[in-house]
């Protein structure tokens, strides 16, 4: 028997769903995009809607806003097989490459988040989700809760 959408936490549902409608820009999808593409969508989100939409929290780290509980998310979903974590080798190391599987594809992620937070991802896809790593993370070191920050520091948002 599959998984039911409550089974899942609400981070894990976003991730799916990104990773899905990500998939069709045939980029890599690393754990570096997924986490500054969260990050950019509770920002939207809590200037749009008034809060955040992951409920995480964001430290600044070597690539900008990282969250442990974003990397433990895609950890359980590549464990319970809905995502497949393809690594490869480059230059800068290990680059984590996330694909959704047949599982993924048959959840139905989208009935588990509310309409005005798919419409915040919506928009955080179509701005930045092609967008090439090194550039998403110009944009990222420019927004104002990054600006306020030091390496190891909460970004609040």
Known sequence: ????????????????????????????????????LLYLTDLLA?????????????????YGPFSTEVLDALDALVERGI??????????GVAHNYQPTKLAESLNVEEAIPEDEKAILYE?????GRMNLLKLLDI??????????APGELIEI
């Open 140 to 149: 990222v070191y420019a927004t104002g809760p990054m600006k306020k920050v």
């Open 83 to 92: 995502l497949e974590d393809r690594p490869e080798l480059t230059k800068f």
């Open 124 to 128: 955080v896809i179509k701005r930045f």
């Open 46 to 62: 809590r200037r749009k809607l008034g809060r955040t939409v992951t409920g995480a929290t964001y430290r600044f780290y070597f």
């Open 1 to 36: 028997m599959g998984e039911t959408v409550g089974e899942r936490s609400k981070l894990e549902n976003l991730l799916i769903y990104l990773t899905l409608r990500l998939r069709k820009s045939r980029q890599r999808v690393g754990r570096t995009k997924l986490m500054k």
